[in-house]
């Protein structure tokens, strides 16, 4: 049977003629979080003396590295309208057992140590994986489950030791003050640069790949995505499974930064990781976001908290005080800016037959509802 | 190629040549759940280059049988066959690679990605990696031949329905459909919209596709159909080509019974003005609206959608209030700036989109009928008396028809005209002097509608003042005491039911000349 007539409308192909100047809604949030950071920047460079040190960039570097790798891992969790707060049980996990083992075979291959701990990393990450999308328990609930599970197992299978830093071997140790290059006088850390390496592989991939694409389409509309025939349960699994591969890879990192581990390494990594996907623009609703968003939203976090270190007026009870209002600061501007150009897009895209503003079409603006009431024996039979 | 001839011929009289092979055909289909028998023993046929409408009541069965084509559901007897050979649908995927694609009367889309995305989302062959200028420039190509121009990269979300729903018919064809369902497709557009949906369905006809057309419109059907065919009850009861049928044919095929006139008719005589409106205005919705609202009458809100009728309607109830132009109810001006200072004042609205706003579909039939009354039910220490709200519930239940399992039943699991009426029940008991209704009918099934009209009437005939906000034009006409007409947010026309003419009214509603 031929479908060469409903191909003849398909239309033909021509070079789109664009109006209007096009800025993608991730890019333009993605700009306002690196002037944000510009702005933080300048103004502590009054508040604090030598601010701009290499010392200064070499700290805010290193600590933000585990920070931005649990970013994109949850990024990738989030965006399709789950969450992973397991993150830190898996670090803590991770960075344990490689430790272990890198103490007791110290001559093994820096590869191999990476790769145990990445691949412990997706086990675990699967097992969330498979227990959200087969056995189709909210995403919450499993991942809190599982952060109480992985830590347990932790403590007793560690038995209160500590993984000492001199057991280690001496690659592991010095590698968060391995310099990879130098510009201008600022050192830029190994770490530092392959971390900025997966932001920037990962968000290709989310942007270019159609796997990427998928796990929006899932989080901005699950129903939607199933109908379209996409194997919704398969990428959920997949987008969990890749999480836990990059939280093993950061409790690598881990290891290789404190070197002393005890069974509560890792605690509360979760939320650091949320908090800086959430300031970088992802929407916790599933849908929208971008990796490199997730990877400012973290270094804004850790610049502010370092910078307000240095204050020597803001006493540390302030401090955390602060830092959440920044926080909180920073999702309320996203929300309100958000707003406005989505606004200004709907109105551009009404076609020109429409008459009138077109206020009262039936609304179809938030994904949470549209993904969120039920089908089924609703509608009219 | 067969195709190419068709294009030639009348696609009707080929469909129809003796020894041709229908695209999709179902037979001896039976869906039960539990006791329930949602189709019993169907058969129909759907031929290529055909509109095929389907028309039946609530429970009728249409729902059913579109989750059998798509393979949501399997059937529990008899067998569907595509081009003669007989299939196993056991998912959507398994549809959309046979052809098999539909449309819902709220369009699925991805908010959140571009309007390209949109379409080829779903692609199960493009590789691994998005050629974002191809899509885009594919996506603009097939959007401009349906007569739809948008930039393909802008998010989905906040389009007008009628845009949402020429991306999932561009989906569908960017997937080669050959079977496209469309459940009532029509519900939340314009007439200007409708026109330009009809063109597309006769372009899709015209290139081989088979429609299953799914409506309450009987004009529509008359319009865009080729064959009509009737469900009853989980039965097929009849196929007939458009031009052998008529509309009271179909009514009493529908419901099982002659239905001579099923709107209903009322008299209003003068009586005290409840409602003075001057010179009402919102920055960009609408402007000078100006009109009386007498008790016990019904006043008809016409017009194209997206002319300001539910702005005003908003204005009334608080939601949107309006910066000019005064509001007296009963001789005293009133400010109404929230939806409770206008329940306050005895204003009631009952909302056109009654699965997001109208209704929280997970609580009980009960807990939305009492809902903005609440107070009504609470005792002083707080408490909430459940036996006064089911009794109350239950009351209504009886007055208005509503067909549920049971009062604590999620308004989620009832029926479009069901839920209507839960809606309709909760505003009732709020007992409001002013009543405005918006899209009350609106995809509900011919009983439930002509409840619904009778409902009106006797509201209007126990004095309560009624504002109809309605895209069905024979309905505002049949219904309403005087019909309102606005146009881009100004009002053009106010017409006394006697001369009231469905010409007069689409003229004042589309300005046209």
Redesign the interface.
Known sequence: MTTADVAGLRGTRSRPGRTAVWIRPERVKELSLLGVIFVALLVFSFLVDDYFSGRFFNRVTTSVAITAVLAVAQTLVIVTRNIDLSVGSIVGVTAYLTGQFASSNPSASPAVAIAIAVGLGALLGAINGVIVAYGRVPAIITTLGTLAIYRSWLISHGEGKTITADSLPSWVVDLPTRTAFSIGGLDIRVVFAVVVVIVVVFQVAMQRLRWGRRLYAIGSNPEAAAQAGLPTRRLVLGAFIACGALSGFAGFLFLSRFGNITVVAGQGLELDSVAAAVVGGVSVLGGSGTLVGAFLGAVLIDVLDQSLVRVPQVSEFWRNAILGALILAAVIADVVIGRRFRRRWSAEARPHTKVGDGSTDTPTEAPVLTGATPRGESGDA | ????D??ASDPVSDASAPGSVP?LAMRGICKRFGATR?LEDVSLELRRGEVHALV?E???????LIKVMTGVYPPDEGEVLV?GEPVSLR???DA?RL?IAAI??????????SVA?NIF??H?D?????R?RQM???A???L??LD????????A????????QAIEIA?A??L???VLIM??PTA?L?A?EVE?LFRQVR??RD???AVLFIS?RLDEVFEIADRVSVFRDGHHVSTDGRDDVTRPRLIAAMVGRQMSDFYARHDHHAEKVILRVRDLGRT??FAGVSFDLQRGEVLGLAG????????IALALFGVAPAETGTIELDGKPVTIATPRQALDHGIAYLS??R???GLS??QSVTANITLPSLRRYVSRLGLVNGAAERSAAERFRRQLSIRTAGLSQPV??????N?QKTMLAKWLNTEPAVLILDEPTR???VGAKADVHRIIDELARSGMAIVLISSDLPEVLAVSDRVLVM???EQTGVFDRSEATQERVMTAAVGVA
Not at chain 2, 104 to 113: S, T, W
Request: hydrophobic share 35%; charged share 25%; proline share 6%.
């Open positions: 190629m067969r195709g190419v068709r294009a695209v949602a039946g609530n429970g009728a069965g249409k729902s059913t081009d998912s959507a995927a959309q052809g819902y009367q709220e369009p699925l889309i991805f908010p959140d990605l995305e989302i779903g199960q493009q590789g691994p990696v998005v974002w885009c420039a594919d603009e190509a097939i401009a031949r739809v121009h948008i930039d393909p990269r802008i998010p979300s906040g389009l007008p329905v009628a845009t949402q989906k064809i960017s080669d459909v050959r459940d009532e939340a314009s200007h330009r372009q899709l290139a081989g596709v309450h960009g919705k194209l959608v997206g002319a300001g009728r539910t702005d056109e989109d699965r997001h706003v579909l997970p989620g699991l009832l029926s479009g005209g839920q995809g509900i099934d146009r881009e947010g």
